[in-house]
Nanobody, 124 residues
């Protein structure tokens, strides 16, 4: 599966961005898809994951501000990010993996297909 992210950019603190991740093929309910980020000198962290049957999980740090969604007809995953903070400046990635249970993991180490990332910069 080939993934391509887009939609990153620069925004002021409190602003919003919508990221997109186009997949080369339809992954269906047998896959988990998610958004992750990595700031300089920090570990990659999971933000939100979903599957086509409606399973959604959010990291506590983004719950209530970020919304993950997908358009199966377009094989595209989205992340709407609101109330962005300067400390959320990072490279944002989408990833996918075969689903092994109801819950999709937030641990980036569990995912084996990754996009190249899109940079998000939040200024104060």
């Amino acid at each position: 599966v080939h993934l391509v992210e887009s939609g990153g950019g620069s925004v002021q603190s409190g602003g919003s961005l919508r990221l997109s991740c186009a997949a080369s093929e339809y992954t269906g309910n047998g896959y988990c898809m998610g958004w992750f980020r990595q700031a300089p000198v920090k570990e990659r962290e999971g933000l939100a994951v979903t599957a086509t049957d409606g399973m959604i999980r959010y990291a506590d740090s983004v719950k209530g501000r970020f919304t993950i969604s997908q358009d199966n007809a377009k094989n595209t995953l989205y992340l709407q990010m609101n109330s962005l903070k300067p400390e959320e400046t990072a490279m944002y990635y989408c990833a996918t993996r075969r689903r092994t249970g109801w819950w999709c993991p937030l641990d980036p180490g569990e995912y084996n297909y990754w996009g190249q990332g899109t940079q998000v910069t939040v200024s104060s």
